[in-house]
């Protein structure tokens, strides 16, 4: 399981990079659960990933919550792909049906892929889409089927301390990453997760863990911290 760490900025990253993850994360916390940072900051961030990682670490970047705006979407993935990002990942927030998923991530990949073609795109769901009135994750195996995305995703929506596996069972999380792998899809679960998740996360076997808080120190407004990140990735490995 690879582990993925969200930091906010370049200090962040090189704490993010001590600590041994597999993919450094580039997100603005202050503008939502997969908040999108500034481009020179994502590009900043890869140029030290090239600098001091030869190759074994990639660089991911959120682009947003997204509502139903296809052309801004496919205009901020196309930013992040630009600016060197590999895992470039879309929030479907805002998204009430199928339609509309497809709509809106058909518009991204073609962004994404118009830039290079290995670069992935990751669909994020989130696990608390009922309080937020969100589209279910369990979309994903007819989302899949008409659009070419690479990692289907769950987070939480709200960050207010509670975890994904407050609002997803863990048999509801297994058949969300069954049915992703199934459809050739990576998996990757996130949303609050504390230490004490980890061993029910590993026994779920997404390919996948996302985490920013948890290596805060359970604030993820505080700073990441290497020294947590080191310990995280004992345990995922």
């Known amino acids: 399981m690879k582990l993925l760490v969200s930091p906010r900025d370049i200090e962040e990253a090189k704490a993010v990079i001590r600590g041994d993850a597999d993919i450094v994360d580039v997100k603005n916390p202050a503008e939502g659960s997969l908040g999108a940072n500034f481009p020179w900051v994502i590009s900043s961030?890869?140029?030290?990933?090239?600098?001091?990682?030869?190759?074994?670490?990639?660089?991911?970047a959120a682009i947003g919550d997204f509502y139903y705006k296809p052309g801004?979407?496919?205009?901020?993935?196309?930013?992040?792909?630009?600016?060197?990002?590999?895992?470039?990942?879309?929030?479907?927030?805002?998204?009430?049906?199928?339609?509309?998923?497809?709509d809106l991530l058909s518009a991204v990949v073609k962004a994404v892929k118009s830039v290079e073609t290995t670069k992935k795109v990751v669909c994020a769901f989130y696990s608390d889409y009922k309080r937020i009135n969100s589209i279910s994750p369990f979309e994903i195996?007819?989302?899949?089927?008409?659009?070419?995305?690479?990692?289907?995703?769950?987070?939480?929506?709200?960050?207010?301390?509670?975890?994904?596996?407050?609002?997803?069972?863990?048999?509801?999380?297994?058949?969300?990453?069954e049915n992703s792998k199934a459809l050739g899809l990576e998996t990757a679960i996130a949303g609050s997760l504390k230490f004490?998740?980890?061993?029910?996360?590993?026994?779920?076997?997404?390919?996948?863990?996302?985490?920013?808080?948890?290596?805060?120190?359970?604030?993820?407004?505080?700073?990441?911290?290497?020294?947590?990140?080191r310990d995280l990735k004992q345990m995922v490995v």
């Open 45 to 60: 961030v890869k140029e030290l990933v090239r600098r001091e990682c030869d190759g074994t670490v990639a660089v991911s």
């Open 72 to 102: 801004t979407a496919a205009l901020a993935a196309m930013g992040a792909a630009l600016s060197g990002a590999e895992y470039i990942k879309v929030g479907l927030f805002g998204i009430r049906d199928r339609r509309e998923a497809i």
């Open 141 to 177: 195996s007819e989302i899949a089927r008409e659009v070419d995305i690479d990692v289907a995703m769950v987070d939480t929506g709200i960050k207010d301390g509670r975890s994904t596996l407050e609002f997803m069972s863990g048999d509801e999380l297994r058949r969300f990453v």
């Open 196 to 229: 004490e998740d980890v061993p029910r996360i590993k026994e779920i076997a997404p390919d996948i863990i996302g985490v920013r808080g948890m290596v805060c120190g359970g604030d993820r407004n505080a700073r990441v911290k290497p020294e947590l990140v």
